[in-house]
């Protein structure tokens, strides 16, 4: 494997990935098959950010696509947030040029750019600050994400939440993608003027509703409890959920909200009042954010079809072989023992590796 790859520096943000002329002009020959999946993967990113990488990004990707002769096929990989907040059954078919999510809108993406830059120079003009601009562009594009609720529930920064259980958490496992990748690959090769549009998905085959991810979330922290400096283990509680988010809302602010401004009262004598205030109040303003995030998950409405998805499942035995390696089929998952055993460990050592460079950071 190492003989046949070759990587290059590029970006996609930049006309033609910004790779030398002589670069595209020899590797415009050689490429057969060309797989976008780069991207920003930040569901709390600055809008200017994603919307450079994930929107322009794949027009450059296409525009150097158009430049390769001998391309058999391109292949693009979104995220499902790619159909929005629709409801009832989405359907595998392509959008259209300019096709808004929203009815009555359409999508032009050079008025996104003239937005993103008329709001970053209105804010120059208000003031030089970076810190304010990469805040308010963070509010612009502000999006979603369910790992950061892992974490915080070990940290015990999750006393009360949303969540409803009748909901399905249309999850899928990053190899099960791969797999339905180099399947289609291995299918539609080669296969001019065709388009196919695949949902790896997996919530008509195999549905994770938010009980199970609640009750797996459990099952962890109760086997793998933290322990404290002291090597005192620490017993995390379970959290009060709400089902509709007002509900959860009006319970901050009577829970919380009233008690932090009174605090924040007493915090002009300094001291510990105002050390108590800054840490209670971050922790409250952090519960809000996780929750706008957390929401759209929540009440997310949709379900999509995979009628495309299980005809190219039939193929890994069909065109393959019974034993292929390359199974897609989401019907193999326990969901709770692949969220206990592999899912939330690998989102803990994740977050455990990133505080650690963050604290090497520091001491650099």
Not at 3 to 28: H, R, Y
Not at 175 to 199: C, E, F, K, P
Request: glycine share 4%; aromatic share 10%; charged share 20%.
């Amino acid at each position: 494997m190492k003989d046949k790859i070759f990587p290059l520096a590029g970006d996609m943000v930049c006309e033609n990935c910004a790779l030398p002329s002589s670069t595209i002009e020899q590797i415009s020959k050689e490429i057969d098959v060309i797989v976008s999946v780069a991207a920003t993967t930040s569901f709390y990113e600055r809008y200017d950010v994603a919307l450079a990488s994930n929107a322009l990004g794949v027009a450059h990707v296409c525009h150097l696509a158009n430049k390769c002769g001998n391309l058999k096929m391109l292949l693009h990989v979104s995220t499902a947030f790619v159909a929005g907040d629709q409801e009832g059954l989405l359907m595998e078919k392509p959008f259209k040029s300019g096709e808004s999510l929203r009815k009555g809108y359409n999508l032009d993406i050079q008025a996104e750019i003239k937005l993103v830059e008329n709001f970053k120079s209105k804010l120059r003009m208000q003031s030089s600050n970076d810190k304010l601009e990469k805040k308010k562009m963070k509010e612009l594009g502000l999006k979603r994400t369910i790992d950061m609720l892992y974490v915080a529930y070990n940290d015990q920064k999750l006393p009360c939440f949303i969540a409803d259980h009748n909901v399905i958490s249309d999850m899928i496992p990053g190899d099960l993608v791969i797999n339905a990748m180099m399947v289609s690959m291995a299918i539609h090769w080669d296969q001019h003027g065709g388009q196919a549009i695949y949902h790896v998905t997996s919530g008509h085959r195999n549905p994770l509703n938010y009980s199970i991810t609640e009750e797996s979330l459990y099952e962890y922290f109760h086997a793998n409890p933290r322990v404290s400096n002291g090597g005192r283990i620490v017993k995390n509680k379970r959290v009060l959920l709400f089902k509709k988010y007002t509900h959860f809302h009006l319970y901050m602010i009577l829970r919380y909200k009233i008690a932090l401004e009174t605090l924040h009262v007493m915090s002009v004598f300094g001291g510990s009042f105002s050390k108590n205030y800054n840490k209670l109040n971050r922790g409250y303003n952090f519960l809000m954010l996780v929750a706008k995030l957390y929401a759209p998950y929540v009440f997310f409405k949709g379900c999509f079809d995979d009628t495309n998805m299980r005809k190219l499942w039939a193929t890994t035995t069909d065109k393959l072989n019974e034993d292929s390696m390359f199974d897609c089929d989401p019907a193999c998952i326990n969901w709770s023992s692949y969220l206990v055993n592999t899912h939330i460990p690998a989102v803990m050592v994740n977050s455990r590796n990133a505080n650690h460079m963050k604290k090497a950071n520091k001491i650099a």
